[in-house]
């Protein structure tokens, strides 16, 4: 089955290609599998090796410059005609003689690329100091402008099908969070409860199987829920723990993430009157969704429900998501939060986490969303609560 | 319970300071998530936001500098006094105004660093052409020094307790295979067996829970196992189709690869050649293991056995393993092949993986071990054969 229509991925390159005429480039070299993965289809845990993809204003389709034995995988996946697919030979992976950027540069030069304005993701993942000073030394003609986020941006709009995908994985996300809480219970260790989201996520619905996400789920329990990024451990569940949750479904690199919390046992009051606090929080930001708002407005929401119950809470408290590649599945263009005036429009797709970090533990309930004409459309169908056994 | 004894952590940072005194560096900036671990014990999944460990020569303990809310997860982690870890605001996150490699210059200059020998990873993944320019920029009077890989090469000779690890996440592998392998029959979804090997590799084995490891399994079915790095679908399995698995076992990071094929059916007896082959070939590898032996004399092991049979594979076989974070578990110093004059010592550790890419299947039999007095001590304990129902 083909993921999109090649119509489809014309109209990416074609917004790329609007993007680099905004910013003065000629040649965009992008480093970030997501953005590959956008532009031109191929997916495959390659990227260790470097990569690159290629969009040249005076050429219609990508380029893909990769691992020889990846150029397979590329066949199998890319839209473009394979003369696009460009492969190096093993000797320059992992080796102090030759960096594959070397072969990038000689590739740019013969396709009389070499005195052009070249577009690079500077504050991208994998674009590394070296590839840039291999570049640039290799390239002394060439203008280098930094095009880190233009991809991104140009991604930020779902075309339907990917909103399909989405969906589909916030189906997968609430059944493995399920599936988790209902694994949860004292003396169980904390990994078998966590090995059940895996199998979840994995395996998907009847429907739509599922596959990894770009990130381990961020599963504390205890006082590990007091720090956001920490992980499970082998320990068994004990009475009146908190177990704390994020995770995502994912369909062909759509993620849909979502956060809840299952305290084990019958809460204290205080902590069910803060989840409340959260869901309505939630709630405020979730109705004032709609096109034409900006993304403070969405912080401004959570912020006067929360002042008014006495909370204060400085982080943001969420940010676009989609495609995902690791380390995160969030697309980095904007934040929910004070002084981002990101305006939202139909069909970009966020994660709202307004989680917070007491002294000894952590509180969440999250939702992703489609922006729709009507308001948010979010991805999974789950209660909005804190979830406990007693 | 602690990972490592603080003296451990202490012997790390020594052999750190050791290398730094070999290249001429007096202020060691790591930015690879698996070297800050190894140095510091700091475990999160917060790396997706900037955050550097810094070695000083005249500096006893590393210091940690990232986002505040994971200084929470730094205070569970790392070994250091706590002084030691140095929080920057979320206003440094996903900004267009600040940078937290901004705040890195002025801690280094507050320490009166600014004109000091400072080594950076060049070409690790998580250290970007920005981060460098922006370092170089505010610290114009400091000379920057390459130290990719430096720490990587100080973490190749394990202690026993990280061998212990790695025995145990070698563990795990064998018995995800052995449950992925159970799983997948024809009419079996893809996903739902892959399904079976989370399951597992979370769950750990009831001495050893598992947790996530730091790259999903190369799953692949069919044509698709003629690519090295493409992924499962949620396709039935088919009678006859070949089932090719890369999957880790994993414990406190620490990665035990282990790689098999299963034919969904009886196979053609030249498919049980070529796997015989590629296991005689491996086991000539595993038997040439010993201290004082280098890479490519394993490399040249394999060639001799598989050119016997007429068969030829440039690309490398092997390269060494231990912990990992997104997007490998390789360590990066070195790989079997030709030309590679690395010499093994005791504690070494390494992934054999000689796998055969045909024109319509690929076929792999890989052991991970460990380099010891008298051979190669394998994590996993798992036939190496090709596996089938017929």
Known sequence: MKL???AEFAARVARAKTKMEEIGVDVLLVASPANQFWLTGYDGWSFYTP???VVAADLEQPLWVGRAMDAVGAKFTVFMSHEHIIPYGDEYV?????????FLVEILKSRGWGARRIGVEMDDYYYTARWHAILTAGLPDATFIDAFLAVNRARMKKSDREIDYLMQAGEIAGRAMQATFDAARPGVRQCDAVAELYRVTTAGTPEHGGTFTCKPPNAMVGEYCSAPHLSWTDAPLKENEMFYVELGGCRHRYHAPLSRCLWLGKPPQAMLDLAEIIAEGLNAVLDTVKPGVVLEELAAAWTSVISRHGIEKD?????PVGIGYPPT???????MRKGDRTVMEPNMTFHCIPALWMEDYGLVVSESFAVTETGARTFADFPRKLFHLG
Do not use: K, N
């Not at 982080?315 to 940010?319: E, F, H, L, N």
């Not at 599945?329 to 934040?335: A, F, I, K, V």
């Open 4 to 6: 999109f229509e090649d």
């Open 51 to 53: 990569q690159m993809v």
């Open 94 to 102: 992992a080796s102090d003689e030759r960096h594959p950027m070397e």
């Open 315 to 319: 982080s943001r408290i969420g940010y």
């Open 329 to 335: 599945w969030g697309e980095l263009t904007c934040s």
